[in-house]
């Protein structure tokens, strides 16, 4: 795995062995990224972090801050490893701990990542937390990653799906807060 754009380009990130971890594969990464709006400044949350790779890619890409959570205290190791190798310590906070301990009140996000293990209703369960804390900024965008054998999670009346795309077996979903507006 390695980052695909911005400042650290082509440099080679660490990733978790074995199959309890399912890394974004580069390309999808690169996709979601050249889909997404400028996140220059953005503050990113990468809920279920895995390597961390998404949130050093948007941190590659101009991001100003991350915070990436992850519950496996391998996955939280090998993201330490990725932190300190791109000398980013210092715009990253990483939580080890379930995404319910990682979702505080009070805090919110221009970009929130999630891309939690299949099958496990997890997403569902983290999308319904972000929105009851208010974790969203206004103008921000969830991107979830789920099995495209997973049933549609489109179901948010305070989200808007903004679109999606498949990717193999990987179906990503872009989403906005709904203010009665379409096409925000």
Same mark, same amino acid.
């Given at each position: 795995?390695?980052?695909?754009?911005?400042?650290?380009?082509?440099?080679?990130?660490?990733?978790? =062995?074995?199959?309890?971890?399912?890394?974004?594969?580069?390309?999808?990464?690169?996709?979601?990224?050249?889909?997404?709006? %400028?996140?220059?400044?953005?503050?990113?949350?990468?809920?279920?972090?895995?390597?961390?790779?998404?949130?050093?890619?948007?941190?590659?890409?101009?991001?100003?801050?991350?915070?990436?959570? %992850?519950?496996?205290?391998?996955?939280? =190791?090998?993201?330490?490893?990725?932190?300190?190798?791109?000398?980013?310590?210092?715009?990253?906070?990483?939580?080890?701990? %379930?995404?319910?301990?990682?979702?505080?009140?009070? $805090?919110?996000?221009?970009?929130?990542?999630?891309?939690?293990?299949?099958?496990?209703?997890?997403?569902?369960?983290?999308?319904?937390?972000?929105?009851?804390?208010?974790?969203?900024?206004?103008?921000?965008?969830?991107?979830? $990653?789920?099995?495209?054998? $997973?049933?549609?999670?489109?179901?948010?009346?305070?989200?808007?799906?903004?679109?999606?795309?498949?990717?193999?077996?990987?179906?990503?979903?872009?989403?906005?807060?709904?203010?009665?507006?379409?096409?925000?």
């Amino acid at each position: 795995m390695r980052i695909i754009g911005g400042s650290l380009k082509g440099r080679k990130l660490h990733s978790p =062995d074995g199959q309890a971890t399912r890394p974004t594969l580069d390309k999808v990464r690169g996709a979601v990224f050249n889909s997404l709006y %400028d996140v220059s400044e953005a503050s990113v949350l990468d809920l279920f972090g895995g390597s961390g790779a998404m949130a050093i890619e948007a941190l590659s890409r101009g991001a100003a801050s991350a915070v990436i959570a %992850d519950f496996s205290p391998k996955a939280c =190791d090998i993201i330490k490893k990725n932190v300190m190798n791109f000398g980013l310590s210092q715009r990253v906070e990483i939580r080890c701990c %379930d995404f319910r301990q990682a979702l505080r009140p009070g $805090e919110s996000y221009d970009l929130i990542l999630l891309d939690p293990p299949y099958c496990k209703n997890l997403l569902l369960e983290s999308m319904d937390l972000i929105i009851k804390l208010g974790a969203l900024k206004e103008r921000g965008m969830i991107v979830a $990653e789920t099995s495209s054998s $997973e049933p549609e999670i489109c179901d948010f009346p305070a989200l808007d799906v903004i679109k999606t795309k498949t990717y193999g077996t990987a179906q990503i979903w872009f989403y906005r807060v709904n203010y009665g507006i379409k096409n925000i």
